[in-house]
């Protein structure tokens, strides 16, 4: 049985047998960078309907693929060459694993024949992928590609998604084989529990409904499942606010009365002091990580916690768990609700008056706050809120890490999932330029706009020349304060403002110049009256790449702050109450 | 304290590197080990004693790992435990025959002889073996190796039977 799409080969091989899988899978794009050992992939990729984009750096093409799943949740298909390609895959792998985020990583190895002889550009890739994969296969025969390939979709996108990697040796790649439907997977070993247990489902429905001063806390698992409508219509059926971790923002809309923002260790004051207070905190999809809990001893102490999650190893990881309920976010959501229907009117919550007086007051006592003055300088949350005026907020927003990180989840108002591309758990700086890259080819339409910092942009800047030669329009905001901001602030705050190896200069490079050099459009703005002029002419370029350096306060540090390992209920609003 | 762990996995290249790179990721620690196919094609079970103070995690991080089949806990109340162990201990002519007395109690088998050492070959619980060190290490152990413990569970109560309860057997 041959391809449809592509040309009768004179010999079908691993390799045909490879991309007949992956359309197989539905797979309609690859971002990559051949080498020797994958060389035998890149021929039948010519007679492939899938899309190849050629990154400029392993590390680069496997953000790509994050984003690209990020954006949209689908599987992300990155393919690499042995040796220093699959070693420059390890990050995003890693940064995959952390953030549960299906990808599908293809890597040549070296021939069979070879294999444990320190062969050129020979890598022991699937020892390696063990530590930063949900699995990784090595394909031993050709015949065994279209299961391989269907079982690591199938891990990738099912349970807690996350990065799978299938490593061919280049033999494998040019053996004569025939390709079969894979037929269902070999699994002895995993079964994702999906639904909910009903008696927990009812015990958690008693610990709600008595509950005073109950909290949503909700993760990345709600986006990964696609729950927004349950939570939503769940959140309003309890009358409980709802806060949104770094990975859940955009899962619940921050316009909306419930919503309280990101909590934890630069989240909003109203969001973390809300769990600190909790009577019953509801987790959904979150994992209870440190940059949320601070001190786990100090946290939500007075709280009985429903946990709950796809992934059984989470529950009582961190935090034991009263109600706890293995299984996806949707579903247990729509039995949550379902149940909650046989005990009352869904619409007749309870007012919890003073829960919301409480909150209400904190919010008002405690905003996030910054001060920008007229003359200057920028200040990043200044111009992160007229962004959003400008663009109405419609725009898929990655990110960098460090301070512009925390200040465009901190200010960016998000409506819907899967607007909000960003490395989390595991700080990937210069994820933002290839991962918005990955965004916008799944999502052509829609304004993607990557809000990096200068430390990050240095870091991977050069994946605007595969998105000016792709034709991949993206924009890029590099708030440029002349150095590593974030470590800036922990040397400034708790090394007694030793500056160490933190200063970037303000020299090189020249941010327009070096967009234009890669064939984007460059931009530079320094003064505040000059920012609404320049996010206009970033928005009204649609042909190309846009790179828009903006001149920002070095001397900014982001607030609120709960210092590393310090208990949440110490919440640092600016520098003179550290 | 110390926990006894059966796991049956797929009999797939990389299932122990797999268990030992999430034990080290984790921060757990493997006492013992033991590695061999079962009854059934391509299943193979593992034993493992391990110090683990979060057991219950453990036993989550195990199995999330796609090729772990099962995982089963065993108190050693409600586990058959053995484990295998070759100890050369100092005989010379004036104690050997106090040696060997010593070791036939425990139904130990000498497989090797020297001038100045005898070697035995010695089964049973790991306690069987603690005891038999006990009594024979006075001597002198020149040189010994022990099996990682192979367990499974009981089908009966425990009862005080002769293998279950005695010294020897």
């Known amino acids: 049985m041959l391809p449809d799409t592509m040309n009768q080969p004179a010999k079908f091989t691993g390799a045909h047998s490879l991309f007949r899988s992956l359309e197989h899978e539905g797979v309609e794009i690859i971002f990559g960078v051949p080498g020797g050992a994958i060389l035998p992939a890149y021929d039948p990729l010519l007679d492939s309907r899938i899309r190849h984009v050629l990154a400029r750096h392993e590390q680069g093409a496997g953000h790509m693929a994050e984003g690209y799943a990020q954006a949209t949740g689908r599987v992300g298909v990155v393919m690499a060459t042995s040796g220093p390609g699959a070693t420059n895959l390890i990050t995003p792998l890693q940064n995959a694993l952390m953030d549960s985020t299906p990808i599908v990583a293809i890597t040549g190895q070296v021939p069979t024949s070879a294999i444990g002889s320190d062969a050129f550009q020979e890598a022991y890739t699937t020892g390696l992928a063990m530590h930063c994969t ?152 979150a994992r209870f990580d440190d940059r949320v809990t601070g001190d786990p001893n100090a946290f939500a102490p007075d709280a009985k916690v429903i946990h709950v999650d796809v992934d059984p190893a989470e529950i009582g990881k961190v935090r034991a768990a009263e109600v706890p309920i293995v299984g996806d976010a949707r579903s247990v959501l729509q039995d949550l609700l379902t149940f909650l229907g046989t005990r009352r009117d869904l619409s007749a919550a309870p007012p919890r008056d003073t829960w919301f007086e409480e909150l209400g007051s904190w919010k008002q006592n405690h905003p996030l706050s910054y001060e920008q003055e007229p003359a200057g300088p920028i200040k990043v949350q200044h111009f992160i809120e007229r962004l959003y005026q400008l663009t109405a907020g419609e725009a898929v927003i990655a990110a960098g890490v460090g301070q512009h990180q925390m200040w465009a989840s901190q200010f960016w108002g998000f409506s819907n999932p899967r607007t909000w591309v960003n490395s989390g758990g595991l700080g990937t700086m210069g994820f933002a330029v290839p991962a918005a890259v990955g965004a916008k080819t799944a999502r052509p339409d829609d304004l993607v706009i990557a809000l990096d910092g200068d430390g990050c942009f ?90 828009l350096e903006v001149v920002v306060d070095g001397e900014e540090m982001c607030f609120p702050m709960v210092p590393a390992g310090g208990s949440n209920d110490r919440i640092v609003m600016r520098r003179e109450d550290l | 304290m110390q926990h006894t762990l059966s796991v049956v996995v797929e009999d797939k290249p990389g299932v122990l590197a797999r268990i030992s790179a999430m034990f080290s990721n984790r921060g757990f620690n493997i006492h013992s080990l033991a590695v061999g196919p079962t009854h059934q094609e391509g299943r193979s079970r593992i034993t493992l004693v391990v110090d683990a103070p979060a057991l219950e995690q453990l036993k989550k991080q195990l199995n999330k790992l796609v090729n772990v089949i099962k995982v089963q806990e065993m108190e050693s109340s409600e586990a058959l435990e053995r484990e295998v162990m070759i100890a050369r201990i100092s005989a010379p002519p004036a104690s050997r025959g106090e040696v060997r007395d010593t070791a036939s109690l425990f139904d130990a088998r000498v497989i090797d002889i020297s001038a100045t050492a005898m070697t035995f070959e010695v089964s049973g619980t790991p306690q069987q073996l603690s005891t038999f060190l006990d009594h024979l290490g006075p001597y002198g152990v020149i040189d010994l190796v022990k099996s990682g413990r192979i367990a499974m569970k009981r089908e009966s109560e425990l009862t005080p039977s002769p293998v279950a309860a005695g010294v020897g057997k």
């Open chain 1, 458 to 547: 240095q870091m991977t800047c050069q994946e605007l020349i595969t998105a000016s030669t792709e034709d991949i329009p993206i924009k890029v905001v590099v708030f440029n304060n002349g150095g590593y901001g974030m470590v800036k602030q922990w040397q400034n705050l708790f090394y007694g403002g030793r500056l160490s190896a933190v200063d970037l200069g303000d020299r090189y490079p020249d941010y327009p110049k070096l967009a234009e050099s890669m064939g984007c459009v460059g931009l530079r703005v320094d003064h505040p009256s000059e920012i609404d002029p320049a996010i206009e002419k970033m928005l009204a370029v649609t042909d190309r790449p846009v790179v």
């Open chain 1, 134 to 285: 949900k699995h990784s296969y090595m394909a031993t025969n050709a015949d065994d590609i279209p299961n391989l390939i269907h079982e690591a979709f199938h891990l990738a996108s099912t349970g807690r998604p996350g990065p799978v990697l299938v490593d061919i040796p280049k033999d494998v790649l040019n053996q004569v084989t025939t390709w079969r439907e894979p037929h269902l997977h070999n699994l002895p070993g995993y079964k994702p529990t999906v639904s909910g247990h009903p008696m927990q489902i009812r015990a958690a429905v008693d610990l709600i409904e008595r509950a005073e001063r109950p909290v949503l806390y909700v993760g990345g698992g709600v986006i990964k499942a696609g729950a927004s409508a349950e939570l939503l219509a769940f959140a309003e059926a309890v009358n409980a606010p709802v806060v949104t971790t770094l990975m859940a923002r955009g899962a619940f809309p921050d316009g909306h009365r419930l919503a309280l923002g990101m909590p934890g260790m630069h989240g909003v004051y109203t969001a973390t002091t809300a769990i600190q207070k909790s009577d019953v905190l509801v987790s959904l999809g």
